[in-house]
């Protein structure tokens, strides 16, 4: 697994210019904390190529194209793919993980989310750039039932058995979004499930448009026409009227940039 993440060095300084991040370098807690940050609110949770009928590639080339260079956004596998890469050429210890989703959802779905498991300071932190509007902006602390708050996003991790639980405190209660052991993942893992959430008839990402982006004060979420912003403490919903208007709202509020004439096959609510 090293040796894949070695072998190929991303433009480091043109990512950086990308997530807007100027600080320090060396492998140390803060500047994970800070890294983490600036990529989870610049660089935007989406499936569009999936609904464009084009492949999701996880060679490191294409992703660093992709998100960096095409300003674009990805989904878990791209996102934490990159990430892995940027914390390798830094100097970071972690392993790559993959996840079971639980959030709004009752049913058992197949381990399709990818994180990271990064060791610094002498403690186990879950780093996640790829959950999506939802997702973390700082790592988590692997302590079970350890609680901490993200600009008043509260989280906890649950320990249960040998499984480990990510937990967002919404509607006065907590929900799960993702469960994982600690078993280390290889890159032939998620080339699986990523063929399966790209290609599958049974995953949303072929049948949804799910644009997402967070930031401290307010979360976005576009899911087929209709359009959330929400904050810690209130939300708001507007339906998407039609294409054009799709395509001005990827444009303003994702920075994500395509032609009027982009269709993207979804099904309707």
């Known amino acids: 697994m090293e040796e894949e993440l070695c072998a190929y060095k991303i433009d480091i300084e043109r990512?950086?210019?990308?997530?807007?991040?100027?600080?320090?370098?060396?492998?140390?807690l803060e500047n994970l904390f800070q890294i983490h940050f600036a990529h989870a609110k610049s660089i935007p949770f989406e499936n569009l190529d999936v609904l464009l009928g084009k492949t999701i590639s996880l060679e490191i080339q294409d992703i660093e194209k992709k998100l960096v260079r095409d300003l674009r956004g990805g989904y878990c596998f791209e996102q934490n793919t990159l990430f892995a890469h940027v914390l390798s050429q830094l100097g970071f210890s972690f392993i790559?993980?993959?996840?079971?989703?639980?959030y709004k959802t009752t049913k058992l779905l197949p381990k399709t989310h990818m994180s990271l498991l990064v060791q610094c300071d002498g403690a186990m932190w879950?780093?996640?750039?790829?959950?999506?509007?939802?997702?973390?902006?700082?790592?988590?602390?692997?302590?079970?039932?350890?609680?901490t708050e993200h600009f008043g996003w509260k989280y906890r991790v649950k320990r249960f058995n040998s499984l480990?639980?990510?937990?967002?405190?919404?509607?006065?209660?907590?929900?799960?979004?993702?469960?994982?052991?600690l078993e280390p993942q290889e890159y032939v893992d998620y080339k699986m499930a990523n063929y399966y959430v790209s290609t599958h008839p049974d995953s949303p990402f072929t049948r949804s448009l799910i644009?997402?982006?967070?930031?401290?004060?307010?979360?976005?979420?576009?899911?087929?026409?209709?359009?959330?912003?929400?904050?810690?403490h209130s939300s708001q919903l507007r339906e998407i009227k039609d294409?054009?208007?799709?395509?001005?709202?990827?444009?303003?509020?994702?920075?994500?940039?395509?032609?009027?004439t982009t269709f993207f096959r979804f099904e309707e609510e």
């Open 15 to 28: 990512y950086f210019k990308r997530i807007g991040y100027k600080g320090e370098r060396s492998p140390c």
């Open 96 to 102: 790559k993980l993959a996840a079971r989703v639980h």
């Open 126 to 147: 879950i780093a996640d750039v790829g959950f999506g509007g939802h997702g973390l902006l700082f790592p988590l602390l692997l302590e079970d039932s350890h609680e």
């Open 164 to 181: 480990w639980v990510i937990q967002l405190w919404e509607n006065r209660e907590w929900n799960s979004l993702y469960s994982f052991s």
């Open 211 to 232: 644009v997402q982006s967070l930031s401290p004060g307010e979360r976005k979420i576009l899911r087929n026409k209709k359009f959330s912003l929400l904050s810690p």
């Open 243 to 260: 294409a054009y208007e799709l395509i001005e709202v990827l444009n303003a509020d994702f920075g994500l940039y395509f032609s009027p």
